[in-house]
């Protein structure tokens, strides 16, 4: 049975490892496109504009309160269709399908853009006051008070909540195998279905998610780490 | 726009939305009294109980809930003689049950976790000060430890719920026709998915809005000693006084 995902002939070992690969880079493309959207959405929730502040929490509500998997279905499907219309005005014919890997990666960043978009803003709001107000002070324009005191502090109050969010992304690229990118469980389906050995599969992909969960997550504690140090803490 | 067909999509999925909610409510249900149960067995276990509780949760919580419902429902259907010999393999078969099994363990790992801060949070001198009234252990977990870790577990545990709800649309996978699997149903009779998955959507939206509000509801009504006292109706009572 250990055969089938060993590193032998037949073995599925190299095609797993290859996809748990496919995985982790599809998680932290997504990641990524999530931290752009969420610093966005929390500048507009924390911003003077009553309109920004109103689409930022309505993008926020929305994208936590839909299923994951309906919101990769929508934009696979609708970006799809567009796709198609466009298609056919330049003369193509048929369905013309995005490209899987940019829309697992955008539904990804939409997704956790809405959690990390409430992460930033409490770790915004974790600020002291007088920092600000010494900044000020200086004389420090905005842009340069933006890159010395809050950024740096904003994401070292961040960092807890993005490792949650980080793991939240991982778990969710799991569900952008409905598209028929070939990630972990994508592999993981096809190589239970062409050996009719599920179980080994499945089980072969849970213990390579709970690997990369893991070592992420400890590289996580120690960047948190090392980012209090000189900080004394309760 | 195509109101009409709009209209149709939407009553038609309505129909999947009680075996939503009946997946959602039996599996944060059981799932709630098993992740208590755990909680309190880490609480007091020693550590040779403590360590295959520890390694359950952090199993079931560093795995996607899709591997786990392919697990269950693929994974263990191959050991079919076997499940059949031990008279299992009637719940096994269906994929309602295994569903329901996948949900119920990925929440109680979640919640189990979730809890177990609750009970952390319990401050000494509380339990220190049931103690000197002279009450009897379960008396001291039921009357202060209990409902104050609850409280205070109530937040995480509403997310916990939301998220719930939002997974039993992986179940649609293994062939269960709750909202999503009816909104599938739909697309492959019309081919217009969009519409269809934005109804959808729109469902689950508003089932959440009424959880996320209720949750609200139920935190506000157990915290009165956090509350800013209201200004204007002390002003009226004392109004009235005079």
Same mark, same amino acid.
């Given at each position: 049975?250990?055969?089938?995902?060993?590193?032998?002939r037949?073995?599925?070992?190299?095609?797993?490892?290859?996809?748990?690969?496919?995985?982790?880079?599809l998680?932290?493309?997504?990641?990524?496109?999530?931290?752009?959207?969420?610093?966005?959405?929390?500048?507009?929730?924390?911003?003077?504009?009553r309109?920004?502040?109103?689409i930022?929490?309505?993008?926020?509500?929305?994208?936590?309160g839909?299923?994951?998997?309906?919101?990769?279905?929508?934009?696979?499907?609708?970006?799809?269709?567009a796709?198609?219309?466009?298609?056919?005005?330049?003369?193509?014919?048929?369905?013309?399908g995005?490209?899987?890997?940019?829309t697992?990666?955008?539904?990804l960043?939409i997704?956790s853009?809405a959690?990390?978009?409430?992460?930033?803003?409490?770790?915004?709001?974790?600020?002291?006051?007088?920092?600000i107000?010494?900044?000020?002070?200086?004389?420090?324009?905005?842009?340069?008070?933006?890159r010395?005191v809050?950024?740096?502090?904003?994401l070292?109050?961040a960092?807890?909540?993005?490792?949650?969010?980080?793991?939240? %992304?991982?778990?969710?690229?799991?569900?952008?195998?409905?598209?028929?990118?070939?990630?972990?469980?994508?592999?993981?389906?096809?190589?239970?279905g062409s050996?009719?050995?599920? *179980?080994?599969f499945?089980?072969?992909?849970?213990?390579?998610?709970?690997?990369?969960?893991?070592?992420?997550?400890?590289?996580?504690?120690? %960047?948190?780490?090392h980012?209090?140090?000189? *900080?004394r803490?309760? | 726009?195509?109101?009409?067909?709009l209209?149709?999509?939407?009553?038609?999925?309505?129909?999947?939305?009680?075996?939503?909610?009946?997946?959602a409510a039996?599996?944060?249900g059981?799932?709630?009294?098993?992740?208590?149960? $755990?909680?309190?067995?880490?609480?007091?276990?020693?550590?040779?109980?403590?360590?295959?509780?520890?390694?359950?949760?952090?199993?079931f919580?560093?795995?996607?809930?899709?591997?786990?419902?392919?697990?269950?429902?693929?994974g263990?259907g191959?050991?079919?003689?076997?499940?059949?010999?031990?008279?299992?393999?009637?719940?096994?078969?269906?994929?309602?049950?295994?569903?329901?099994?996948?949900?119920?363990?990925?929440?109680?790992a979640?919640?189990?976790?979730?809890?177990?801060?609750?009970?952390?949070?319990?401050?000494?001198?509380?339990?220190?000060?049931a103690?000197?009234?002279?009450?009897?252990?379960?008396t001291?977990?039921?009357?202060?430890?209990l409902?104050?870790?609850?409280r205070?577990?109530?937040?995480?545990?509403g997310?916990e719920?939301?998220?719930?709800?939002?997974?039993?649309?992986?179940?649609s996978?293994?062939t269960? $026709?709750?909202?999503?699997?009816?909104?599938?149903?739909?697309?492959?009779?019309?081919?217009?998915?969009?519409?269809?998955?934005?109804?959808?959507?729109?469902?689950?939206?508003s089932?959440?809005?009424?959880?996320?509000?209720?949750?609200?509801?139920?935190?506000?009504?157990?915290?009165?000693?956090?509350?800013?006292?209201?200004i204007?109706?002390?002003?009226?009572i004392?109004?009235? $006084?005079h």
């Amino acid at each position: 049975m250990f055969d089938l995902i060993g590193f032998g002939r037949d073995g599925w070992g190299p095609a797993l490892l290859w996809a748990a690969a496919t995985t982790l880079f599809l998680s932290v493309a997504g990641f990524v496109t999530g931290a752009a959207l969420g610093a966005i959405a929390a500048f507009a929730r924390l911003s003077g504009d009553r309109l920004a502040r109103r689409i930022a929490f309505a993008y926020g509500v929305l994208f936590r309160g839909v299923p994951d998997l309906l919101t990769i279905y929508l934009l696979y499907f609708g970006g799809s269709v567009a796709l198609t219309m466009v298609g056919h005005w330049v003369g193509a014919h048929g369905f013309v399908g995005l490209p899987r890997f940019a829309t697992g990666m955008v539904a990804l960043g939409i997704i956790s853009g809405a959690y990390q978009a409430e992460v930033y803003r409490g770790a915004f709001l974790a600020i002291h006051r007088g920092e600000i107000e010494a900044a000020r002070a200086y004389g420090m324009s905005g842009a340069t008070m933006l890159r010395q005191v809050v950024v740096p502090q904003v994401l070292r109050y961040a960092i807890p909540g993005l490792g949650n969010v980080w793991q939240l %992304v991982l778990k969710d690229s799991a569900l952008v195998s409905i598209i028929g990118l070939v990630e972990l469980m994508r592999e993981a389906q096809v190589g239970a279905g062409s050996t009719r050995e599920p *179980f080994i599969f499945f089980c072969s992909a849970g213990a390579l998610y709970l690997l990369i969960a893991a070592t992420t997550g400890a590289l996580f504690r120690r %960047v948190e780490r090392h980012t209090r140090r000189g *900080f004394r803490t309760a | 726009m195509d109101i009409a067909f709009l209209a149709n999509t939407l009553a038609q999925l309505l129909r999947g939305a009680p075996l939503t909610l009946e997946l959602a409510a039996t599996s944060v249900g059981l799932g709630f009294v098993f992740a208590l149960t $755990l909680a309190l067995a880490l609480q007091s276990a020693p550590a040779t109980i403590g360590w295959p509780i520890r390694a359950y949760v952090a199993t079931f919580r560093g795995t996607p809930l899709l591997v786990q419902i392919f697990l269950i429902y693929y994974g263990l259907g191959q050991f079919r003689p076997t499940l059949q010999a031990l008279d299992l393999w009637g719940f096994f078969r269906q994929p309602y049950w295994c569903a329901i099994l996948a949900l119920t363990l990925n929440t109680a790992a979640y919640g189990a976790e979730i809890i177990r801060g609750g009970l952390q949070s319990v401050p000494h001198g509380q339990i220190e000060a049931a103690r000197a009234c002279g009450m009897p252990p379960w008396t001291v977990y039921r009357l202060v430890i209990l409902p104050i870790a609850l409280r205070q577990a109530l937040p995480s545990y509403g997310n916990e719920i939301i998220l719930m709800i939002k997974g039993t649309s992986l179940t649609s996978i293994v062939t269960l $026709l709750e909202i999503t699997g009816v909104a599938q149903q739909i697309i492959s009779q019309t081919y217009r998915a969009v519409e269809v998955f934005a109804c959808a959507g729109a469902i689950y939206l508003s089932m959440n809005y009424v959880v996320a509000r209720a949750l609200v509801a139920i935190e506000h009504h157990l915290s009165p000693h956090l509350r800013v006292p209201d200004i204007e109706a002390a002003v009226a009572i004392e109004g009235g $006084l005079h």
